[in-house]
Nanobody, 117 residues
Framework: QVQLVESGGGLAQPGGSLRLSCAASGFTFSSYAMSWARQAPGKGLEWVSEISSGGNTFYVDRVKGRFTISRNNGENTVLLQMNSLKPEDTAVYYC???????????WGQGTQVTVSS
């Protein structure tokens, strides 16, 4: 059974940091691209960052230089280190696993991040 379980969300002050973690199971983690997306209140889903199976990283412009994605294939986890947080980073953050070769697309349940003073 495929599972993606996010953790690490919570309340942070503007300028603060949070680290999100996604624990994966039930599929060959190392073969999958892993990404984070978010949905702010009243807005659509926004792709935030991706790390390929080979370790290449990509970010949406608005988080470049502030967020860092990484993966640990030995522990089947993907992290999103978020620094210099802004109120507009407030959203539910979702972990996603994709493998286009096998047309697989899995999502976690999400974790709430709130940035407020």
């Amino acid at each position: 059974q495929v599972q993606l379980v996010e953790s690490g969300g919570g309340l942070a002050q503007p300028g603060g940091s949070l680290r999100l973690s996604c624990a994966a199971s039930g599929f060959t983690f190392s073969s999958y691209a892993m990404s984070w997306a978010r949905q702010a209140p009243g807005k659509g889903l926004e792709w935030v960052s991706e790390i390929s199976s080979g370790g290449n990283t990509f970010y949406v412009d608005r988080v470049k230089g502030r967020f860092t994605i990484s993966r640990n294939n030995g522990e089947n986890t993907v992290l999103l280190q978020m620094n210099s947080l802004k109120p507009e980073d407030t959203a539910v953050y979702y972990c996603r696993a994709t493998d286009l070769d096998v047309r697989a697309d899995y999502w976690g349940q999400g974790t709430q991040v709130t940035v407020s003073s």
